[in-house]
């Protein structure tokens, strides 16, 4: 069994309705373990590439898989540097999407900046990759290891990059709650992540919206945003 994440792009399923259906993740699982997450309810982040489920106790990233600079760097490879195409269904639909340079979704079932990138920096080098291709990408993350030095480096001048930051509420007592393993990932971390990085394309994901939970008070979010 594989302890690497081999097949990190490719077309989602939902590629009929999806604005950005041409995905990238450099992590197969999530440590984060948001309770609204679709890829916890369709069992995604437990999956591995050989097909096995296994369970996570909170804030465990055993059972997280770090895909490699090289398993991404075979679709550019083969998209725009004349290497044989091998690839069949999604992935090689992916392959004529980069073509077409459609942009990429990264971070689309898992975060690509949750605690083991400190250790495998898999992200770090998959965005060199993206750069020297001025590959248009919108990456999502809940997580301020993206304010790090190194990543602000190669984002600052990335022309055709734009940043996703998640946050559905503003009181952290109720994130604790239902986003368990984003752990020292604050309201205010995002929102300095949003500032760190205004001179970029930047947008909020706020979803889902939980009728009575976060709906009262997406007025005061908007406006934190705003501000």
């Known amino acids: 069994m594989s302890d690497v994440y081999s097949m990190p792009l490719s077309v989602t399923s939902q590629f009929y309705f999806c604005p950005m259906p041409l995905r990238l993740d450099t992590y197969s699982g999530c440590t984060n373990n948001c309770l609204y997450c679709f890829a916890n309810n369709s069992m995604q982040k437990y999956m591995n590439t050989d097909g096995d489920v296994k369970l ?38 992916a392959i004529e999407a980069l073509r077409r340079r459609i942009p990429i979704h990264f971070g689309g079932m898992s975060d690509p900046f ?50 996703q930051v998640s946050l559905i509420d503003t009181r952290q007592e109720v994130m604790d709650l239902i986003e368990p393993g984003v752990g020292k990932n604050s309201v205010q971390d995002r929102l300095d992540i949003l500032e760190t990085y205004k001179h970029k394309w930047t947008a909020i994901r706020i979803q889902p919206v939980i009728i009575n939970l976060n709906e009262p008070i997406i007025p005061d979010l908007l406006q934190k945003c705003k501000d």
Not at 114 to 125: D, G, I, M
Not at 126 to 146: D, E, G, W
């Open 114 to 163: 949750q605690p083991k990138e400190k250790k495998s920096r898999v992200t770090l080098e998959v965005l060199k990759l993206l750069k020297s291709y001025n590959y248009p990408v919108v990456l999502s993350t809940k997580c301020k290891l993206i304010m790090e030095p190194e990543y602000r480096e190669i984002i600052d001048d990335y022309e055709n990059f734009g940043l």
């Open 56 to 93: 996570a106790t909170l804030h465990d990233d055993e059972f997280v898989k770090a895909s490699t600079l090289q398993h991404v760097k075979k679709y550019f490879d083969i998209a725009f540097e004349g290497a044989p195409n091998n690839f069949k269904e999604q992935e090689g639909c």
